[in-house]
């Protein structure tokens, strides 16, 4: 009778199949098989000694002002598919080896050869740009932000123009986990890419969609001149998709609707002067499911309608469950908008705000949806009056804070004894309301310095640092060539 082996894992199999499989493996998957075993990597070492060259070459993509970087990548993945699996990190900055065009913005740049590409790599792209599903000619739309004399796509790609090529190449790269992308106003093909993405996950979400990996997304504008439109289905309905940050962004709610059962994984939100109205920010919100950091930095001059009592009241509406981190630097005024009090935060261990975001000032009140007593109507500060005493640590945060970062404005009516009072309460609270309390700041770097040190000494005694709460930037700066 013949004694027939089973294979019962897989050390047992032939080394031939263990590098088959390691050759059609995804490079990730690759590596991890070699290292099951030292007869598997010695099988398995050319077939990893070569994912780790392209790996080196491929993993990050960073665009050079001495380089045709997209073209030169659309190239390679065109020849060798397998080559856009590497790819793992996009950093598209202001630094390009391009120039303007008053037709087709920016376009190949001449310095290092021809501003048009070969004839055979533009029947190339052609053919690439008419089969992604991305790409369709759009109708006109109203807000949407490109010239009129600037939207054929073939006619783009003919005379050199960056933006297609970029929204070509990307959705290629299926293992791509971080996106960084610096727009100098020619981005329309790009956004609209992104937008078709998202589009094609809310009408049929499936594997074989691009930016399955796609953890993190940085969009910002280099000059400040223009403004990136950036659609909600985009930022939304990525399923890997934890942080997005953005600088000088639009968010259009392109006909988005506000959810009934969250389903964005988003962790982190980071936008620096962008253009975020109340309604637009409760769509946004509503859509993601645990929300840790919000971040809006806008001290320069914003078209924004949406100031900071107003992104708290919609921030506890949807998630005052999840959100730890809160950072709020704005030089608006708050105008007739009502008090809502961090203390609607269950899990808040980070806070930086405005003085005046926090306390009542004249005929304001404090929104009954915060669900606080009676005796907060006598937290009111008046001109006449010392603006301390409307600050009621035990009042206004949760037990939960650890860090909190008061700014004061240069116009602010509140003294050096001011500052001192309210940073006294504070210590002072670290007994009963404000247990986990480690770090606390108020700008008095210019007031008394003896008087400063000895409040850090007691604030040492109590465990507690006086420092400031640092801003995460949204982008890098970069020289322009």
């Given at each position: 009778?013949?004694t027939i082996k089973t294979m019962t894992s897989f050390s047992d199999f032939p080394a031939e199949l263990k590098l088959y499989i390691s050759e059609i493996s995804e490079p990730r998957d690759s590596f991890s098989l070699a290292f099951t075993s030292k007869h598997t990597w010695q099988v398995c070492e050319s077939i990893i000694r070569n994912h780790k060259v392209l790996h080196d070459k491929y993993g990050v993509i960073c665009t050079d002002g001495a380089k045709h970087t997209f073209?030169?990548?659309?190239?390679?993945?065109?020849?060798?598919?397998?080559?856009?699996?590497?790819?793992?990190?996009?950093?598209?900055?202001?630094?390009?080896?391009?120039?303007?065009?008053?037709?087709?913005?920016?376009?190949?740049?001449?310095?290092?050869?021809?501003?048009?590409?070969?004839?055979?790599?533009?029947?190339?792209?052609?053919?690439?740009?008419?089969?992604?599903?991305?790409?369709?000619?759009?109708?006109?739309?109203?807000?949407?932000?490109?010239?009129?004399?600037?939207?054929?796509?073939?006619?783009?790609?003919?005379?050199?123009?960056?933006?297609?090529?970029?929204?070509?190449?990307?959705?290629?790269?299926?293992?791509?986990?971080?996106?960084?992308?610096?727009?100098?106003?020619?981005?329309?093909?790009?956004?609209?890419?992104?937008?078709?993405?998202?589009?094609?996950?809310?009408?049929?979400?499936?594997?074989?969609?691009?930016?399955?990996?796609?953890?993190?997304?940085?969009?910002?504008?280099?000059?400040?001149?223009?403004?990136?439109?950036?659609?909600?289905?985009?930022?939304?309905?990525?399923?890997?998709?934890?942080?997005?940050?953005?600088?000088?962004?639009?968010?259009?709610?392109?006909?988005?609707?506000?959810?009934?059962?969250?389903?964005?994984?988003?962790?982190?939100?980071?936008?620096?002067?962008?253009?975020?109205?109340?309604?637009?920010?409760?769509?946004?919100?509503?859509?993601?499911?645990?929300?840790?950091?919000?971040?809006?930095?806008?001290?320069?001059?914003?078209?924004?309608?949406?100031?900071?009592?107003?992104?708290?009241?919609?921030?506890?509406?949807?998630?005052?469950?999840?959100?730890?981190?809160?950072?709020?630097?704005?030089?608006?005024?708050?105008?007739?908008?009502?008090?809502?009090?961090?203390?609607?935060?269950?899990?808040?261990?980070?806070?930086?705000?405005?003085?005046?975001?926090?306390?009542?000032?004249?005929?304001?009140?404090?929104?009954?949806?915060?669900?606080?007593?009676?005796?907060?109507?006598?937290?009111?500060?008046?001109?006449?009056?010392?603006?301390?005493?409307?600050?009621?640590?035990?009042?206004?945060?949760?037990?939960?804070?650890?860090?909190?970062?008061?700014?004061?404005?240069?116009?602010?009516?509140?003294?050096?004894?001011d500052k001192f009072n309210m940073l006294d309460r504070l210590l002072a609270s670290k007994k009963d309301a404000l247990p986990n309390l480690e770090q606390v700041y108020v700008d008095v770097a210019h007031e008394s310095a003896e008087q400063l040190a000895v409040f850090k000494a007691k604030a040492a005694e109590r465990r507690i640092q006086f420092e400031p709460v640092q801003l995460e930037k949204t982008t890098r700066r970069h020289t322009p060539r």
């Amino acid at each position: 009778m013949t004694t027939i082996k089973t294979m019962t894992s897989f050390s047992d199999f032939p080394a031939e199949l263990k590098l088959y499989i390691s050759e059609i493996s995804e490079p990730r998957d690759s590596f991890s098989l070699a290292f099951t075993s030292k007869h598997t990597w010695q099988v398995c070492e050319s077939i990893i000694r070569n994912h780790k060259v392209l790996h080196d070459k491929y993993g990050v993509i960073c665009t050079d002002g001495a380089k045709h970087t997209f073209w030169d990548l659309l190239n390679d993945v065109l020849e060798k598919p397998h080559v856009a699996n590497y790819v793992i990190k996009v950093q598209i900055s202001s630094t390009r080896c391009t120039m303007y065009h008053p037709d087709n913005g920016y376009t190949r740049h001449a310095a290092i050869g021809f501003m048009e590409s070969p004839p055979e790599d533009i029947l190339q792209y052609l053919d690439a740009a008419q089969r992604s599903p991305f790409l369709r000619q759009p109708p006109r739309r109203k807000g949407w932000y490109f010239r009129a004399d600037g939207d054929d796509l073939n006619r783009q790609i003919i005379e050199g123009a960056e933006s297609p090529i970029i929204a070509i190449v990307l959705p290629l790269l299926r293992n791509l986990r971080e996106l960084l992308y610096v727009s100098r106003g020619d981005d329309f093909w790009f956004m609209y890419a992104l937008m078709q993405v998202g589009e094609a996950y809310k009408n049929n979400p499936s594997s074989d969609l691009p930016f399955q990996n796609l953890k993190g997304v940085t969009i910002s504008e280099y000059a400040g001149l223009y403004c990136v439109d950036c659609k909600l289905s985009f930022i939304l309905r990525l399923p890997a998709l934890e942080w997005f940050k953005g600088s000088m962004i639009i968010v259009d709610k392109d006909d988005f609707q506000r959810a009934q059962t969250p389903t964005s994984n988003l962790k982190r939100l980071i936008f620096t002067n962008s253009n975020l109205d109340s309604e637009t920010l409760g769509l946004l919100l509503s859509n993601i499911k645990n929300l840790k950091i919000f971040q809006y930095d806008y001290r320069a001059e914003s078209e924004t309608s949406c100031n900071a009592r107003e992104m708290i009241a919609v921030l506890q509406r949807y998630c005052s469950h999840s959100l730890e981190r809160l950072l709020l630097i704005s030089e608006d005024e708050p105008g007739s908008h009502p008090v809502h009090l961090p203390s609607g935060f269950k899990c808040l261990k980070t806070l930086r705000c405005n003085f005046r975001d926090l306390v009542l000032r004249g005929d304001e009140h404090i929104d009954e949806g915060d669900n606080v007593a009676d005796e907060q109507s006598d937290f009111k500060a008046e001109k006449d009056v010392d603006s301390s005493l409307a600050f009621d640590p035990n009042i206004f945060f949760p037990p939960s804070l650890e860090h909190l970062h008061i700014d004061v404005h240069d116009n602010s009516t509140l003294s050096k004894t001011d500052k001192f009072n309210m940073l006294d309460r504070l210590l002072a609270s670290k007994k009963d309301a404000l247990p986990n309390l480690e770090q606390v700041y108020v700008d008095v770097a210019h007031e008394s310095a003896e008087q400063l040190a000895v409040f850090k000494a007691k604030a040492a005694e109590r465990r507690i640092q006086f420092e400031p709460v640092q801003l995460e930037k949204t982008t890098r700066r970069h020289t322009p060539r």
